[in-house]
Structures are given as structure tokens and as C-alpha cells.
């Protein structure tokens, strides 16, 4: 089926990432014109440009506001506008941190990575929309938002954040300056990627899946997929402000590393 996104003007936040660089992929396959996003990630970034036909390369760090502006000005003035935006970039804090022990700084760090960087690359895309009269934007959430993750309340707060009171004020908002423009999210639950690479030895693997029917992780372009049919206004031209998880089926998490009777 034609997804229609040939020749379409794509930016892929986070494209140094596994998600970000399997979207990125994904939607060249389709034909478009994409900018490839990064911030530290330089080598892997210009790596998957060089694999992509006629691909743009574009820093910037998403938590600063003249970053984000710069980073839309140079795609606009390479690209001649952006159609779709997928604002993959985020970080999930490795350490496992309860809440009475989480440190401030990384609270407000991780928000800033996730929530912050959402939102301003949302205004960014927000503003050419209103520009240009048309646009799409995906959003990339986690079942962390849904669910909540014990250790990692910062990441799981901003990410409900995003899918929740971002996602569902952006889809009414963004329809008084494009009247068909959407914005969707995806939530990915455990997904094989250099974020999480090294979280996934066996018994951890046995552990996480125990509440998922498919029991496996995601790979990047199981995420990827469904980034373009949001994307798609041919397929999905009628959904706006919709969360997508997958998650093989997750229903929860063990929130226990092993079986305790109750008290």
C-alpha cells in the first residue's frame, strides 16, 4: 500500500539512536527527503546519512531553545519547508533510583531530555505548520508513561507527560493554524537499542517479559513501522491524538525481582 510520503519533507529527532536511525531508514524507503537529527551521537548520525539518498545532516541540542530554532531554520532553508516531524530524541537515566532517593539534578535533567526537548521541538514544528497550513507530527512516548517504571520515575513522569497533556492540547491546538493537521504518539515498551543495550541479560529478559503475551523485546523497526503509518496521511489520515504501544502485548511490570509472600 502507498504510504504517500514520497517526496515528503521528514525530520527524525534523535536519528543517532536506534529508533530514531530505524525511522529514519523507514522513511527513506518510502521516498522522502529526511533530515537526520543529532546531538552527541555525530559519528553514528553521519554513518546512516551517508546510507540514505539525499539525507540532511542537523545538530542540535534539544534542551536549548536557540538550538531548536537553528535546527528548524537550516532544515527549512535545505529542505523548503518539513512535513512531518517524528521527535524520537529522549534519554532513559540507566541508574535504578527510587523516588525518596533520586537526586534533583537528574530529576530535572531527564525531564529537560524528554519533556523539554518534546516540547520545544513541538513549538519548532508547531510554527511551520502554522507557516506552511499542513503537517504531522508523531510523538514518541513509553509504556514508562502508562504504567509508571519503579527506579525510574523522572523518565516515566515526563513520558506520561508527553502522551497525555502534550499529545492531546498539540491535537487541538495545531487544527486552528492547518485544519488536517494530526499528531499521534507511539509508546514503545522494552526495545533492543543503544539506550537500553546492556539493560537485556537473560534473566532480566525472562524477568520483563513475564507480562508481555509476545514474549520478546521490540526491535527498532517494529517501533519504526508504525512511526511512518502515523505518519501517513494515507493511512492514517483520520487518527489524530492517539497513543499506538508496542509492547508485544504488555499488560504491566514484575515489580518484584522475586516472589515474596504477602504481608
Known amino acids: 500500500m502507498d504510504t504517500g510520503l514520497a517526496g515528503k519533507r521528514i525530520l527524525v529527532t534523535g536519528a543517532s539512536g536506534g529508533i530514531g536511525a530505524a525511522a529514519a531508514r523507514?522513511?527513506?524507503?518510502?521516498?522522502?527527503r529526511v533530515a537526520v537529527h543529532f546531538n552527541r551521537g555525530k559519528e553514528r548520525a553521519e554513518t546512516l546519512a551517508a546510507e540514505l539518498d539525499d539525507a540532511l545532516l542537523?545538530?542540535?541540542?534539544?534542551?536549548?531553545?536557540?538550538?531548536?530554532?537553528?535546527?528548524?531554520?537550516?532544515?527549512?532553508?535545505?529542505?523548503?519547508?518539513?512535513?512531518?516531524?517524528?521527535?524520537?530524541?529522549?534519554?532513559?537515566?540507566?541508574?535504578?533510583?527510587?523516588?525518596?532517593?533520586?537526586?534533583?539534578?537528574?530529576?530535572r535533567a531527564t525531564l529537560d531530555a524528554n519533556l523539554t526537548a518534546t516540547?520545544?521541538?513541538?513549538?519548532?514544528?508547531g510554527r511551520e505548520v502554522a507557516r506552511s497550513g499542513h503537517g504531522t507530527l508523531?510523538?514518541?512516548?513509553?509504556?514508562?508513561?502508562l504504567v509508571g517504571e519503579a527506579?525510574?520515575?523522572?523518565?516515566?513522569?515526563?513520558?506520561?507527560?508527553v502522551v497525555?497533556?502534550?499529545?492531546?492540547?498539540?491535537?487541538?491546538?495545531?487544527?486552528r493554524v492547518a485544519p488536517r493537521a494530526r499528531v499521534n504518539a507511539v509508546c514503545p515498551g522494552w526495545t533492543e537499542s543503544p539506550m537500553t543495550r546492556g539493560e537485556l541479560e537473560p534473566e532480566q529478559l525472562a524477568r520483563v517479559t513475564r507480562t508481555m503475551a509476545l514474549r520478546k523485546v521490540a526491535q527498532p523497526e517494529d517501533i519504526a513501522r508504525q512511526i511512518v503509518v502515523l505518519a501517513s496521511d494515507e493511512l492514517s489520515g483520520h487518527v489524530t491524538g492517539q497513543i499506538v504501544t508496542v509492547a508485544g502485548g504488555m499488560e504491566g511490570r514484575v515489580i518484584h525481582e522475586e516472589d515474596r509472600p504477602s504481608a
Open 151 to 161: 527506579g525510574h520515575a523522572d523518565y516515566a513522569a515526563a513520558k506520561s507527560a
Open 58 to 107: 542537523v545538530q542540535a541540542d534539544l534542551t536549548q531553545e536557540a538550538d531548536v530554532d537553528r535546527m528548524f531554520a537550516e532544515v527549512v532553508e535545505a529542505l523548503g519547508g518539513v512535513d512531518v516531524c517524528a521527535a524520537v530524541a529522549g534519554v532513559w537515566p540507566r541508574a535504578d533510583e527510587p523516588v525518596w532517593e533520586l537526586p534533583l539534578e537528574r530529576w
Open 164 to 175: 497525555h497533556g502534550l499529545l492531546l492540547s498539540l491535537k487541538n491546538e495545531l487544527v
Open 26 to 32: 523507514a522513511f527513506a524507503d518510502e521516498g522522502a
Open 138 to 145: 508523531v510523538l514518541i512516548g513509553s509504556t514508562a508513561g
Open 119 to 125: 516540547f520545544l521541538t513541538a513549538r519548532g514544528f
